[in-house]
Each structure stands twice: as C-alpha cells, then as structure tokens.
C-alpha cells in the first residue's frame, strides 16, 4: 500500500489516543507523584516523572499504528480497529484503579488483561501491517514492565 498520508487523519488517531490517556489522568485523580513516592516500590521501578513520558509516546505510536491499520485495504481491519478501541479502554482503567481506588490487585488484573490485549492486536496487526505491529513492541514491552510493577506494588505494598 503506497497512499498519500492524509495529515488530519492521522492526528486524529494520534490526538484521540493521547486524550484517552489524558482522561484516565483526569478520572484517577491526579496527584501521582505524591502517592508514588509513598510506595514501596520493586526492583527497577523508574523514577514517577518518567511515566508520563513513556506514555505519552506511546499513545502517539498507538494512534500511528492504528492510523496505518485504518489505511488498509484488509478485510481484517475493522476488527483490529475493535481490538485496538478495547484495549485502549483497559489501558484508561489502569491509572483509575491503582491510583484513584489505590487498589493494587485491581491495579494487577487491569495490567494482566492489557498485556493480553495489546499483545493480540499486535499480532492482528501483524497480520495486516507489519509495520503497525513492529511499531507496537515497545507498547508491548512497557505493559509487561507495567505488569510486574503492578504485581510488585501488590506484593510490597
């Protein structure tokens, strides 16, 4: 597939991704850092002022990838593009259960479930992109590392 890129649609994938990760912001409740710093946290926890910027890339690769997937002639794609709005949802849940109800067992569950999420619709991805699959490993990454930090805090905390 060789298409002109059409400009506004992809910054609305892009946009529309990153407000998604804006209002999970918005409906825990801010105030992040104060409530991290109180943890006890596990082995290679980063620093807190340091999600916000992994994530904040991230969303933009999510809306990238999925503005790739939305270009395909696939007959697959509005089923990935299911799979990516579901997995979207459970990625706005996270930050509301572990930080706004602080309850680290939700906090795991919603993490265990994103992780399966985001690893099959790469997979789907890649079976109508690889590009839009490839770009997402490092999604795919970040939500086992947030898995084991959520089953970190859990465990400590």
């Known amino acids: 597939m060789n298409k002109k890129i059409n400009i506004p649609d992809l910054l609305i994938f892009i946009l529309s991704a990153e407000l998604a990760g804006a209002l999970s912001g918005v409906v825990s409740g801010g105030n ?10 596990p082995p290679f926890a980063p620093p807190g002022w ?28 509005n089923s990935a593009l299911t799979l990516y709005v579901v997995q979207l949802f459970a990625n706005v849940l996270w930050s ?3 930080f706004g109800l602080k309850s680290f067992g939700g906090a795991v569950a919603a993490a265990a479930v994103l992780t399966v999420l985001v ?19 490092p999604y795919v990454i970040w939500t086992l590392f947030a898995l084991y930090l959520s089953i970190g805090f859990c465990v400590l905390n």
């Open 96 to 98: 509301p259960v572990f």
């Open 32 to 41: 992040f850092g104060a409530f991290y710093d109180t943890l006890t946290k």
């Open 50 to 77: 340091l999600f916000p910027v992994v994530w904040g890339i991230l969303y933009a690769v999510m809306g990238i990838s999925a503005y790739i997937i939305s270009r395909s002639d696939d007959i697959g794609k």
């Open 119 to 137: 690893v099959c619709m790469t997979a789907v991805f890649c079976k109508i992109d690889r590009c839009a699959a490839l770009i997402n490993i």
